[in-house]
């Protein structure tokens, strides 16, 4: 149950849901788009540019083990 003096973006159970939502469309568009095989290489293109951005600025552990996840995720549901 959610705490109405909370904010939404503070509430970690409505973030999982967005993230979760997001996730389904974002299927939803490259099962459309491209191949599976395409969708993988051009995922981890992006992903390993984005790591390689954050490695440069000050950034959590977290936020790079995020990424890591995202990546395994993609090479599964592509595999």
Do not use: C
């Not at 788009?33 to 600025?57: C, I, V, W, Y």
Request: aromatic share 4%; hydrophobic share 40%; charged share 25%.
């Amino acid at each position: 149950m959610q705490d109405k003096d909370k904010p939404l973006n503070e509430d970690i159970q409505y973030l999982n849901g967005q993230i979760d939502a997001l996730t389904a469309l974002v299927l939803a568009v490259a099962g459309s788009t491209m191949t599976k095989e395409a969708f993988r290489q051009e995922g981890n293109d992006r992903l390993t540019n984005l790591e390689n951005t954050l490695l440069h600025s000050p950034v959590a552990e977290s936020r790079l083990l995020a990424i890591a996840h995202m990546k395994e995720w993609l090479n599964h549901v592509t595999g």
